[in-house]
Nanobody, 125 residues
Framework: QVQLVESGGGSVRAGGSLRLSCEASTYQRYMGWFRQAPGKEREGLASIDREFDATYANSVQGRFTISKDYAKNTLYLQMNSLKPEDTAMYLC??????????????????????WGQGTQVTVSS
């Protein structure tokens, strides 16, 4: 069983930055960041594979950066130029070695069997 623990959320003014962390008990083939706002569907934001290939949703491209530190078993999401519409619960997810995911599948929550509890991000105007 893979355990994921997010941290780093908080409240920030529009235009500010936050860095989220996700400590993993073990790395999987794909690691990703999702978010879910009240009343909205879960949205895939960024995904990184074991070769450090990263891909981003259009909504965060150029503002968010996903990275990982193998030595610390930690996944990161650097978020810059935050907007009020970025307000949501941010969740870390992992997909195991085995199935190769297409770019589209890397943004689908059903592709990831392991999830953290989430960390709240609130951006005020």
């Amino acid at each position: 069983q893979v355990q994921l623990v997010e941290s780093g959320g908080g409240s920030v003014r529009a235009g500010g930055s936050l860095r989220l962390s996700c400590e993993a008990s073990t790395y999987q083939r794909y690691m990703g960041w999702f978010r879910q706002a009240p009343g909205k569907e879960r949205e895939g934001l960024a995904s990184i594979d074991r070769e450090f290939d990263a891909t981003y949703a259009n909504s965060v491209q150029g503002r968010f950066t996903i990275s990982k530190d193998y030595a610390k078993n930690t996944l990161y999401l650097q978020m810059n130029s935050l907007k009020p519409e970025d307000t949501a619960m941010y969740l870390c997810a992992a997909a195991p070695f085995g199935k190769i995911l297409s770019t589209r599948e890397r943004f689908l929550d059903r592709s990831y069997p392991y999830w953290g509890q989430g960390t709240q991000v609130t951006v005020s105007s």
